[in-house]
């Protein structure tokens, strides 16, 4: 069965940096591209980066380009995303998923970026 488990969110100031974590558990990690998505008060699913089964291909949305990184470590079932310049936008609950459109996704990490 499918398990993804975020971790790394909290509170953080304006141009601040957070990590977070995605352990997944019950599919072969490294035959999937990964997802994280993000979801903002009141707004729906938002496909924030992605990368592919070999780490080679990643994309960003517009929003995030320049400041957030995905990688992925196959040995230990884990996908990463580094925020660096976070802004008050950026506040959402942020989950790993293993599809573009997050309906196979985890429990979520809240990231809150305000002073």
């Known amino acids: 069965q499918v398990h993804l488990v975020e971790s790394g969110g909290g509170l953080v100031q304006p141009g601040g940096s957070l990590r977070l974590s995605c352990a997944a558990y019950?599919?072969?990690?490294?035959?999937?591209?990964m997802y994280w998505v993000r979801q903002a008060p009141g707004k729906g699913l938002e496909e924030v980066s992605a990368?592919?089964?070999?780490?080679?291909?990643?994309r960003y949305s517009d929003s995030v380009l320049g400041r957030f990184t995905i990688s992925r470590d196959n040995m230990k079932n884990i996908v990463y995303l580094q925020l660096n310049d976070l802004k008050p936008e950026d506040t959402a609950v942020y989950y790993c998923a293993r599809d573009s459109s997050g309906s196979i996704r985890g429990q979520g990490t809240q990231v809150t970026v305000s002073s």
């Open positions: 019950g599919f072969t990690f490294s035959h999937y591209w």
């Open positions: 990368i592919s089964m070999n780490g080679y291909s990643i």
